[in-house]
């Protein structure tokens, strides 16, 4: 009979930390033989990408409000031979976190019970290959992992038949106008991406509102949308398809281009490569193994993380916009956008070149300390002495 492992990976909604507990439960899944993985997660994030994904036995949503209900545990079983919780959640912090956050996590970790052993996932580690550490069952390294897209969502984007080259962009996150680029400045990327890549067709995804209380793309309307069409010789909206239908959209693009948001950690997973606006408050941490480029920012508090009391910190503390997604930095950013999309259309171009390209461009950086980067189970294949 299987060992019964349950992951409580309750946490924030957007979808890269949906990414996180996939990884996770991969590395165990993959590590031990006759070994069932079970999920606790936020139910705001969309679960149907989890439940889609073999080596997780099963899911158990569960809803983050003010006065946690605990009705919602009973029909869990409460005893488990492992569990695993985020290490985050050890030391999350009035004032910082949200409380109806901490509050659940204290009913959660107080109501299940391992029979042999519980413990903590791996932290992050910084840049460089993560050292092994002590776990309650042997894990696996940076697991690759592949999410598979219905059938029928690869039928529907069989419409979207281009075929030159094809980029998906996602405007914003959740974060909204503070973190992404102005629509104005989204005009002038893509009309230099068109300029320097013959043929390109440029496909515009989000989700204009949200629905059950998951993540949207934030300030962006369909006007903006239908401005930045308008304006381009070869633009396609594919706002508000469905989730499965962006993905297969994503995974048939070459390249998915988006500032950093949770969403874009999806773009790896379906083999597609991100480009990414890298700005504040957190770094791109999670490669899953295929070719990426960041470009990144030169305000010069790039990762503020939870740094609220000067630069970008202090502005989104504010609710204002970063100072690396105002179209002053940004415009200046335009040429090495256009050279991280060839790149990345290049077929000798490999995830151990940008790997080692990303630790370089950081290493060489004036105003940015390496010190402050971290990474999924740390960079694999990260050469840290070049």
Known sequence: MNKKLLINFVYYRPVGHLVEALKYAKGYYEANKNLDVYLLLNSDQPLEIVEACSWVK???????????????????PKTWDYIISDVRVQDMKRGWDEDDLINSQAVIQNYFKAKIASGHTRPHTGFKV?????????????????????????????????????????????????????????????????????????????ITKSVNGRTATEDFTKKDVEYLINNLATAEDCFNIGLWNQLALIKKCDIFLSPHTGFAFLAPTVGTPWLALSNCRWQEYLFNGLKFYSVLPDCGYYPAQGETKRGCGKLLSENKKCLCMTDKLLLNKIAEIVKGARLLLDRNFTYQKAVDLHFKKIKNHPKIDINKFFFFDGVEGMKTDK
Do not use: M
Not at 58 to 76: C, M, N, T, V, W
């Open 58 to 76: 099963r899911i158990y949503p569960i809803k983050i409000a003010k006065g946690f209900d605990r009705e919602q545990l009973k029909s869990i």
């Open 130 to 206: 993560a050292a092994p550490d002590k776990q309650i069952i042997p894990y696996k390294l940076n697991a690759r992992i592949t999410i598979p897209v219905p059938e029928r969502a690869v039928n529907f984007v069989k419409r979207y038949n281009h075929r030159g080259t094809k980029i998906c962009i996602l405007l914003g996150g959740s974060a909204g106008f503070t973190q992404s680029p102005s629509t104005k400045v989204w005009l002038k990327i893509c009309q230099a991406l068109n300029k320097s890549i013959p043929d390109l067709k440029i496909y515009f995804t989000g």
